[in-house]
């Protein structure tokens, strides 16, 4: 190969592209041109070269890579789950609003705090079952066969006693009462309380898991219920039914503030300043369980999250070209009832703005059209979906998008969600690994076709 190509070829076909020697240091962290063809093959120089020409000339495109490269960040040990209240969270934010700060992009920071509370778990919990009759006892595997209900009570401590199906009665004293959910039946609010009333000492609610499935992690804020709450697997409950539950519990209710962050582009046109167009994803997740598995939040929603970082860092240098203000926001307390998004959109509109909303959640999957998500009133963000997805070939379907969007969409004004769709969401099966490449492409060059339609200086006319 060497006689072939001679020094000279070499040392072309390897280097082309050092003009950038920032994105090259980045990329393969070599210090200098000596220590390159010193430490790397022949053949590695020849690979290297279409990488570093490529990264180069896109310096001002959206990179995938880059972005795969900030989901790996976000779903790192470090941050444990980015859980709100906890300190990975708080870390996470920090490194999001680190990494706008870098590009330039100065951050506005959004606390907010409401009188509702979330579940914490402080250790792992134990429960056991008793059969009777022979039948012995079993220890349930936490996720696997049981888990906190997202609006259990409070519980410190080890309960133990029979379990009850049936009507509440002056017999479920000292007892677990099986919920029921069958049609005409108490809401399950109403039968923690009667429980409650009754001297009970929790509730077990049944959960269908697939075989080999786990019971998904779910965060809820909102008044809690009455009585300590469990899921339990239903198949557990059945032939035989348990006889005796003790379960050894540390659960807190914790207050639930956050912030969010935004970052702000300028427009050219003074008639748009009050209608930005709010480019957001979440940044948080549902956290590491204590002593437990991980849960990484890869997909939900560390792509779509990375997907906007990666469009700001792009558009950044795109400023002279927006006639409207592009705002890029990470929401904060999407996983516990999209309380982040409901705060700003309700300052948002005390202070008599008229934002166009695009939020992402669940970039993570190809194979199946984007699913867009719109307000009654999107029209013209839809029609600008549609011009961007025609010129770039990117196929999209209307559907079910439950996300920071409906937050924005109940107050009034325009927005969409966006989505393509995860693995494994809210269990420890959200791994970066299973983050698609493509999906975070397709999903970024519609972003930024969207920003362009509907920011540029060419739609002054846009919604």
Not at 137 to 146: A, G, I, V
Not at 212 to 225: N, R, Y
Request: hydrophobic share 40%; glycine share 12%; charged share 25%.
């Amino acid at each position: 190969m060497l006689r072939k190509l001679g020094l000279r070829g070499l040392l072309w076909r390897g280097l082309v592209g050092l003009r950038d020697i920032r994105v090259l240091r980045h990329r393969i962290g070599v210090t200098g041109v000596w220590g390159l063809l010193r430490r790397l093959r022949v053949r590695r120089v020849l690979r290297l070269r279409g990488h570093v020409k490529a990264t180069s000339t896109r310096e001002g495109m959206f990179d995938p890579h880059r972005a795969l490269s900030s989901v790996h960040e976000l779903a790192h040990r470090r941050f444990a789950g980015r859980r709100l209240g906890t300190r990975g969270h708080d870390l996470a934010r920090q490194w999001t609003e680190a990494r706008l700060d870098s590009w330039g992009l100065p951050v506005r920071r959004h606390p907010f705090s409401y009188s509702s509370t979330i579940v914490e778990v402080r250790r792992r919990p134990r429960v056991d079952v008793r059969y009777g009759r022979g039948n012995g006892s079993r220890p349930l595997e936490y996720r696997t066969d049981f888990a906190e209900h997202p609006s259990s009570a409070a519980a410190r401590g080890t309960f133990r006693g029979p379990l009850r199906r049936g009507k509440t009665s002056s017999g479920s004293r000292g007892s677990w009462l099986l919920a029921n959910s069958t049609p005409g039946t108490a809401s399950l609010g109403q039968q923690a309380s009667d429980g409650e009333s009754a001297g009970a000492l929790g509730l077990v609610v049944p959960f269908t898991v697939p075989p080999k499935g786990v019971i998904f992690k779910q965060l809820f804020a909102g008044d809690p219920l009455a009585l300590p709450t469990l899921f339990v697997r239903r198949q557990l409950l059945g032939n035989p039914f348990p006889e005796r539950l003790e379960a050894d519990l540390d659960l807190r209710r914790a207050p639930l503030r956050g912030t969010n962050l935004i970052a702000e582009l300028p427009g050219s046109d003074p008639s748009l300043a009050t209608r930005p167009l709010l480019v957001g994803a979440h940044f948080d997740a549902v956290g590491d369980d204590p002593q437990g598995p991980r849960f990484p939040g890869a997909s939900d929603n560390a792509s779509g999250l990375a997907v906007v970082l990666e469009a700001a860092r792009v558009c950044r240098g795109r400023t002279g070209r927006f006639a409207r203000p592009v705002w890029f926001a990470a929401f904060d307390a999407e996983e516990t009832g999209a309380n982040g998004s409901r705060a700003l959109a309700a300052e948002l509109q005390h202070a008599g703005m008229d934002p166009l909303v695009a939020n992402v959640d669940l970039a993570a999957r190809v194979g199946l059209p984007v699913t867009v998500e719109g307000s009654a009133n999107a029209t013209g963000l839809f029609a600008a979906l549609d011009a961007v997805g025609r010129r770039l070939g990117i196929l999209l379907r209307q559907g079910p998008m439950q996300s920071d969007n409906r937050q924005f969409a109940a107050r009034g004004f325009a927005s969409v969600g966006l989505g393509s769709g995860g693995i494994g969401y809210h269990t420890p099966q959200d791994v970066p690994e299973r983050v698609q490449l493509e999906a975070l492409r397709r999903m970024g060059k519609l972003l930024v076709g969207l920003i362009e339609e509907v920011a540029g200086r060419s739609s002054l006319r846009s919604p």
